[in-house]
């Protein structure tokens, strides 16, 4: 069985080095982030079943966040040199477990994290995920930049949970049945759940343009 290294991305630029242990006090890396391939398997989306018809933008929206498990947010960087200038990062990303789809990205971070800094500062944000992730776009030998292979842009504000809400368990349900490693992550580097309110739907999907999806048209969508 071979093992998935999955790595946060953490900036050593945030904090001094001496405070700062990018292994998260473990000996090795691979003993806090590394996650079997059958453990992955089984708690993740991964379907050979085509995407909604390119007409339904608002079905197609739902499909890719509840079928991504990860995707790239940007924010605002406020640390030199790049102070103002846009910061993209990969997060772990759910919209529930698999079979209880919920519409809205929750994440698991630390607030250690480089762009938790900026969010701190300027909690607007965006989201992009991908049809790319899943086997659709590689089985029609579209390029992830093909306007046939479908992606979103959610745009909002950055809410940190409490974890004791009942939202905040959902979150929780909702990633570590997909991510079965966080559990073990270390207790002591502060994570906490968050999720995007969105604000703004936009949807790539085949050839035209953008489209715009009326956030009520999302949220009642059907995902499969």
Known sequence: MFAVLLLLCLSATVRDSSSLNLNFGANNVIDIFAVSDNDIANNTIV????????????????????????????????????????????FSLSDGPVDQSSGTPYMYISPWEVSAHDLRQNNQ??????????????KMNYDPEDPRCAHIILTGTFVKLTRESEEGQFAKKSLFSRHPIMPE????????????????????????????????????????
């Open 185 to 224: 992550w270390p207790e002591d580097h502060g994570w906490f759940f968050a999720k995007l309110d969105i604000k703004n739907i936009l949807v790539l999907d085949f050839f035209g343009g953008a489209i715009t999806v009326p956030l009520e048209e999302y949220f009642n969508a059907e995902p499969k």
């Open 47 to 90: 379907t050979d079943d085509d995407p909604p018809p390119h007409n339904q933008a608002a079905r197609m929206a739902r499909y890719i966040t509840h079928t991504s498990n990860w995707g790239a947010m940007a924010t605002v960087a406020v640390r030199e040199p790049i102070v103002g200038f846009p910061f993209a990062n990969i």
């Open 125 to 138: 944000t965006s989201i992009t995920m991908s049809l790319a992730q899943g086997n659709y776009c590689s």
